[in-house]
């Protein structure tokens, strides 16, 4: 239960609000991992080094990550506050996949799937996965984005260091309302 707090806990601060508890990322999202444990210490819950390392290395989506000695983290991809994750271009597969519910499907017929507060619009490589996102908010409805395609009317897709593939717009043509 623990690690599952500190992931919420981690991904409210590394990826929306780190001036919630005084943190300065850097232009690539990066924290220094003492300065995050002193301030997130501050708080009501300590969270010790080995914690985090166990929330970097079992979290099932891979949400965060550290640099290679491990002074860093950053939160994978979702950001609402401006960085550069450093993602270059990469060409998608023919389908992916959006796991949404029933009560947005009428603004995605309209406008398609937006990136919101995001970067970007976020897509799976397999149902399963996206069953599980839309899980979060209800009985989840699984669309078929049909990426190739839009990749070959040269529309960019980015894939995070997860496996997550982005892009910024999913104009309702490309998706498969089944």
């Known amino acids: 239960m623990k690690t599952k707090y500190i992931s919420k806990f981690l991904s409210y601060i590394l990826r929306h609000h780190p001036e919630k508890i005084g943190l300065e990322l850097d232009n690539k999202g990066w924290a220094n991992v003492d300065e ?3 301030k997130i210490n501050k708080e009501d819950t300590p969270i010790t080094r080995e914690d985090l390392e166990l929330v970097v290395a079992e979290n099932d989506k891979k949400r ?3 640099n290679e000695d491990k002074t860093k983290i950053r939160a994978s991809q979702g950001h609402s506050i401006k960085i550069d994750l450093g993602y270059r271009e990469k060409e998608p597969p023919a389908i992916l996949y959006h796991g949404t519910v029933g009560k947005v499907m009428y603004a995605i017929k309209e406008n398609g799937l937006l990136k919101m507060s995001r970067h970007h619009v976020h897509l799976s490589e397999d149902r399963e996965t996206a069953n599980k996102v839309g899980s ?3 009985k989840p409805i699984i669309l078929s984005v049909r990426s190739g395609e839009m990749y070959r009317d040269n529309i960019q897709f980015f894939q995070s260091e997860n496996g997550v ?3 910024e ?3 309702p043509k490309y998706i498969e309302f089944k």
């Open 36 to 38: 995050l444990l002193e």
């Open 64 to 66: 965060f990550a550290f």
């Open 136 to 138: 979060r908010r209800g």
């Open 165 to 167: 593939w982005l892009t």
């Open 169 to 171: 717009h999913v104009d």
